[in-house]
């Protein structure tokens, strides 16, 4: 198990470009999450998936983002018309359930995509 | 509504020195709680978390957190820093569901002085 992957880990783009990440989560993790993190911040919820089923997303997902995780493994997210302060690090992250009550109390993180919009 | 707030963006001790990191939180259910640590350029490695159970919990790297439900604060300690500690420290907290949609605070930037 090589744990979360996430590529690319760093993207230049221009303003207006599309751009699209791609996490493969650990091996038979469920959940999948996508979060965000600009400098000097901590990272912030964006969406997050139940094997294919995207369940619930932050008012940060702008019309412009989407993701997916059409076969309940891998997800790509994507971000049209891309904007200066869409740069930042793209955080993916997978947690299974586990334990006595089957909960998912740990989110296993990726090295993130580091986007740089100009 | 779930947040964290981390007393001090930034946090320096000698190498040997007791590590306190500060974190209160608000929650609306019954929170899990968490601390991360990431390195430059890093995504975040687990260091502890809190579910239900014991209120004080050992993480790696010698960490340990205590759980203070009168004083909403989960504060990361460490007996004796290492030069190796140095990293940005984040709380994070979630709803009584598990590890969905967490909170984190803005992080403190632990520095270790030789």
């Known amino acids: 198990d090589t744990g979360v992957s996430q590529n690319p880990r760093h993207k230049i783009t221009k303003r207006g470009q599309n751009v699209t990440f791609r996490c493969d989560p650990i091996s038979e993790h469920n959940r999948l999450y996508w979060y965000r993190q600009t400098l000097g911040q901590g990272p912030e919820f964006l969406t997050y998936f139940q094997n294919e089923a995207q369940l619930e997303k932050s008012r940060l997902l702008s019309d412009r983002f989407s993701a997916e995780r059409p076969k309940g493994s891998f997800s790509t997210l994507e971000i049209q018309r891309t904007e200066q302060g869409d740069s930042a690090m793209y955080l993916c992250?997978?947690?299974?359930?586990?334990?006595?009550?089957?909960?998912?109390?740990?989110?296993?993180f990726g090295q993130g995509t580091r986007l740089t919009v100009v | 509504a779930q947040s964290v707030t981390q007393l001090g963006s930034h946090v320096s001790v000698s190498e040997g020195a007791l590590v306190l990191l500060r974190c209160n939180y608000s929650s609306s259910v019954p929170p899990y709680l968490f601390w991360y640590v990431q390195y430059p350029n890093q995504g975040l490695q687990l260091l502890l978390k809190y579910t239900t159970g014991a209120t004080l919990v050992k993480g790696i790297n010698g960490f340990e957190a205590e759980f203070k439900k009168s004083e909403t604060s989960f504060h990361l300690t460490k007996p004796s820093a290492h030069m190796s500690d140095a990293a940005e420290y984040f709380c994070a907290v979630s709803g009584k569901t598990g590890a969905n949609n967490l909170f984190f605070g803005t992080g403190t930037r632990l520095t270790v002085i030789p």
């Open positions: 992250a997978s947690s299974h359930k586990t334990g006595p009550n089957r909960m998912n109390t740990e989110a296993f």
